[in-house]
């Protein structure tokens, strides 16, 4: 029986594909596992990112994030080229998956006998089927008896086979011959139970804050006396916007808190809890889905994934984020152009050239610097537009807020506006227009130097 692993950060990128083991695989791969970050611009697997092939028992423990692809706690997507028996079985995933499925998204072939961590990858629910796998619970993937139920052939039984494939510790499985070696720390992992993300009130300033809570499970205290390094990953591409080392001394009651600047942690070992809350940050480009990572001196990593109501995977994210509100847009000042509407008014005049128009929201700009003051702002409603003359934009002082307002005497619509790109808000009004009825499915958008922006009103 042959036995390969790959432990640590590992990337591979294969056709576009990458995976903690192989980017791509055509052939056939057994007794093997991989644990550490897989990273990925475009698709990602925890295991391999695509596969062609036979893969049988296998695991993958590492976190995932994947880019413009799709990304797969296992693989991003299997395919049959039409050669071989294509399957994946007898196989597993713990790790925290920053995309859309729990084992995989695009199948055309076999997944048997195969399961993930809903808790630990944010995907789904426990009895969820992903496309032939099963999703369970971080308690339910300690129980022997899911992978007995499933026909796994384990050490010291028959019933299943005589071959002694995989064996258990701690309630993970690992692959008997090499031992548990691949599974340390593999059942050390949490739960994001709750995220609170606030915008601090301009984007000049280090006043963004976040707050986490959540689940710990099967941590042992000694791996919280020494070193532990917390890590906040923003989106499917993984960016780091917070990391910090803090030290933790030993605590006989195993809670342990700990004070590091103007970020407070707190690990209650004997109620299995975790608490993060972190104030005057930078928090610039942090985007659902948002991934927290916990690694401790002696190299155990424990990673969870939270997602963001609007922006869940296909797999089905738990919405853990803000509850009813979304992540701040403001945050990704510097970073894309966004634009949103919070509130908008129509009201048809009773003769012609008396329609008016008001409307508010959030903008943001990648281009910080640019000065929307120095051309032509366009602002569309469906098929009506009115232009803003640069030069009646005015700068307010040093700072990024720009005002407009129709020239007395001026003919036609009265415009006034203003967009202000420090606290990233807009707020636009048109008198004595004509306007028009514009349907349920009318557009806004702003138009400026390389910013051009639209949205579909409901």
Known sequence: MAVSSMLGYEYDSVYGYSGGFVGRNTGDIENSYCTGLVASDYSAGGFAGLNTGYVKYCYSGGTVSGGEGVTGGFAAAIQDAGLIDLIITDDFVLGAAAGSGGVTVYPIGGIQKSFWDVDS????????????????????????GTFLD??????DETENGYEQ????????????????????GLSYRFVLDKMTVKAGRSRGDNGDSISLKGSLFKIPAELFEGQVNFSIYAGSNMTVVHNQTIYLGTNEKQLYRVKNGASQYSFDLTTDTFQYIGKGLNLTGLEAPVTVV?????????????????VLGSGGGVDVINGKKSMPVELMSGVEDVLTVDKVKFKAGKKAGTDSLSVQGQIVVADVSADIAAEDIVITYGDYSVTLEA???????EKKV??????????????????????????????????GEQGSEASFGIKFSEYEESIMLQ
Do not use: H
């Open 121 to 144: 990858s944010g995907i789904g629910e426990s009895g969820d089927g992903s496309l032939g796998a099963i999703g369970k619970s971080s308690v339910e993937m300690v129980n022997i």
């Open 150 to 155: 499933a026909g796994w052939d384990f050490v």
């Open 165 to 184: 494939v995989w064996d258990i510790e701690d309630g993970t499985p690992f692959l008997a011959e090499i031992g548990n070696m691949g599974v340390q």
């Open 294 to 310: 916990i690694e401790t001196g002696t190299g155990c990593t424990a990673s969870a994934t939270g997602y963001d109501r609007g």
């Open 391 to 397: 030069e009646n934009i005015v700068r307010q002082g």
């Open 402 to 435: 720009f005002k407009y307002k129709s020239p007395k005497g001026s003919s036609g619509e009265k415009v006034s506006a203003t967009i202000d790109l420090e606290k990233c808000k807009y707020s636009i009004s048109v008198r004595k227009a004509d306007i």
